[in-house]
């Protein structure tokens, strides 16, 4: 049989614990994640046939400058397609498959990130 001295100690020791309902709630919540609108890169369409073009949109909370650079398949080194502000689109037309990259600047979480587009023909 247990001896109640210990369930005595035990309550004294739980009841001595600095929890109160604030300290509790912030414990139990969740860590927020961030909305899917603080942060968009996305060309649209994905896939477009030779000489069609498409756009590349962003919107970056928090960013102060945004440079974008693009890799195309056949020639790896990124070259700079230009700095712009938070939020915008720019209309690309890609000959190949080309992959975008975006950095940011600010005092934001985000500092790179990519979208891909593919250059396919379309059989008739």
Not at 12 to 17: D, E, N
Not at 32 to 41: A, H, L, Q
Not at 103 to 115: L, Q
């Amino acid at each position: 049989m247990t001896h109640p001295a210990k369930y005595f100690l035990f309550l004294v020791c739980l009841l001595a614990l600095p929890i109160s309902s604030q300290n509790f709630s912030r414990v139990a919540r969740e860590p927020k994640e961030p909305k899917r609108t603080d942060f968009i890169f996305e060309v649209r369409p994905k896939v477009i046939a030779p000489g069609e073009t498409a756009t590349l949109r962003w919107s970056i909370k928090g960013a102060t400058k945004v440079l974008i650079e693009a890799s195309a398949l056949s020639d790896r080194p990124l070259r700079q397609i230009g700095k712009f502000g938070a939020k915008g689109s720019i209309e690309i037309r890609p000959k190949e498959d080309t992959i975008y990259v975006v950095t940011c600047d600010g005092p934001t979480a985000y500092s790179c990130a990519s979208a891909s587009i593919s250059v396919r023909v379309r059989q008739p």
